[in-house]
């Protein structure tokens, strides 16, 4: 089945090269069949790019998935033009109005800041206690993960000595949880951030659960007992050439930067880079809305 997203948009191009059924809101309405509503809030610099990331990922589903793009209003979104959000985006406050079955919050650039420091940060604090009684399951991706750990459970964010930059492989912690069914026992995420959380402090909170985890870099995959809320370190929505973009672009800038681990066949980076975790992301979102958000929200959630 589809997803459902303006037929201007810019990924929609992308996803039918890519023979991924996008249906727009015209042919939508001649269903008669509730889909599942999911709100992304972008806080990527990546606009377009994460849009398709995410998009490609959410149509990997029998599931019809209608998606809105939400926007921070008290953020200055310099690499998108005030155009484009506003033929796109609604804004926060316009989510506050409804309900949806599930939201994504991405990662953003400012994992160096104190959270309070973040010009956001209070109006994306409503948008997350907001979702305790009118999402119903969240997922929180990178910095969103470390946003959602601290304000909604205290648990802190810490730096790194370096940066956490390449595929990580990652040991299942409760491998029968319906959201790891069909993963192996070790499976990638591609991680690139400055910060951590400590394992000691997710378990002093009884309400949250480990996933996964790397022995070397901690927790990566975390979530609420009730499913409500999911919280992944990393980025699996990443494509082939997103951590060597990265890469490159610090490079290029003369910031301290390392080849990202185990991605360049032979840690060449005059090498193509390979995908070794597009399998594990398709099946990590079907997962995820099939058992968290499908087969749990009610039919009139939205009502």
Same mark, same amino acid.
């Given at each position: 089945?589809?997803?459902?997203?303006?037929?201007?948009?810019?990924?929609?191009?992308?996803?039918?090269?890519?023979?991924?059924?996008?249906?727009?809101?015209?042919?939508?309405?001649?269903?008669?069949?509730?889909?599942?509503?999911?709100?992304?809030?972008?806080?990527?610099?990546?606009?377009?790019?994460?849009?398709?990331?995410?998009?490609?990922?959410?149509?990997?589903?029998?599931?019809?998935?209608?998606?809105?793009?939400?926007?921070?209003?008290?953020?200055?979104?310099?690499?998108?033009?005030?155009?484009?959000?506003?033929?796109?985006?609604?804004?926060?406050?316009?989510?506050?109005?409804?309900?949806?079955?599930?939201?994504?919050?991405?990662?953003?650039?400012?994992?160096?800041?104190?959270?309070?420091?973040?010009?956001?940060?209070?109006?994306?604090?409503?948008?997350?206690?907001?979702?305790?009684?009118?999402?119903?399951?969240?997922?929180?991706?990178?910095?969103?993960?470390?946003?959602?750990?601290?304000?909604?459970?205290?648990?802190?964010?810490?730096?790194?000595? /370096?940066?956490?930059?390449?595929?990580? $492989?990652? +040991?299942?912690?409760? #491998?029968?949880? %319906? *959201?790891?069914?069909?993963? =192996? !026992?070790?499976?990638?995420?591609?991680?690139?951030?400055?910060?951590?959380?400590?394992?000691?402090?997710?378990?002093?909170?009884?309400?949250?659960?480990?996933?996964?985890?790397?022995?070397?870099?901690?927790?990566?995959?975390?979530?609420?007992?009730?499913?409500?809320?999911?919280?992944?370190?990393?980025?699996?929505?990443?494509?082939?050439?997103?951590? /060597?973009?990265?890469?490159?672009?610090? $490079?290029? +800038?003369?910031?301290? #930067?390392?080849? %990202? *681990?185990?991605?360049?066949? =032979? !840690?060449?980076?005059?090498?193509?880079?390979?995908?070794?975790?597009?399998?594990?992301?398709?099946?990590?979102?079907?997962?995820?809305?099939?058992?968290?958000?499908?087969?749990?929200?009610?039919?009139?959630?939205?009502?």
């Amino acid at each position: 089945m589809p997803i459902k997203i303006h037929s201007d948009l810019p990924a929609k191009g992308i996803l039918e090269q890519e023979n991924i059924f996008v249906m727009t809101e015209n042919r939508a309405e001649t269903q008669e069949i509730r889909p599942l509503k999911v709100a992304i809030i972008n806080l990527m610099p990546t606009r377009e790019t994460t849009e398709t990331q995410l998009l490609r990922l959410l149509s990997n589903t029998p599931l019809q998935v209608e998606i809105s793009l939400i926007r921070m209003e008290h953020h200055d979104y310099k690499n998108t033009g005030t155009d484009y959000l506003d033929k796109f985006y609604i804004p926060s406050s316009e989510l506050l109005k409804n309900k949806y079955d599930g939201m994504i919050i991405t990662g953003a650039p400012v994992e160096q800041l104190p959270f309070e420091q973040v010009d956001y940060w209070e109006e994306l604090c409503k948008v997350m206690d907001w979702a305790k009684d009118n999402v119903f399951s969240s997922l929180y991706l990178c910095w969103g993960a470390f946003a959602g750990l601290y304000h909604l459970h205290g648990v802190n964010k810490h730096a790194t000595d /370096g940066k956490i930059f390449g595929i990580f $492989k990652n +040991k299942s912690g409760l #491998i029968s949880d %319906p *959201l790891l069914r069909g993963f =192996d !026992d070790f499976f990638p995420i591609p991680q690139s951030r400055h910060t951590t959380i400590k394992e000691e402090e997710i378990l002093a909170h009884s309400e949250l659960e480990i996933l996964a985890h790397n022995d070397s870099i901690g927790p990566t995959l975390i979530k609420s007992k009730d499913n409500r809320e999911v919280f992944m370190t990393g980025h699996l929505e990443y494509d082939s050439n997103t951590l /060597g973009t990265e890469y490159w672009r610090d $490079k290029s +800038k003369g910031l301290p #930067i390392h080849v %990202p *681990l185990n991605y360049y066949p =032979d !840690d060449n980076p005059e090498n193509t880079p390979k995908s070794t975790w597009r399998s594990t992301a398709h099946l990590f979102f079907s997962n995820w809305l099939n058992y968290y958000v499908y087969q749990e929200t009610p039919y009139n959630f939205t009502k």
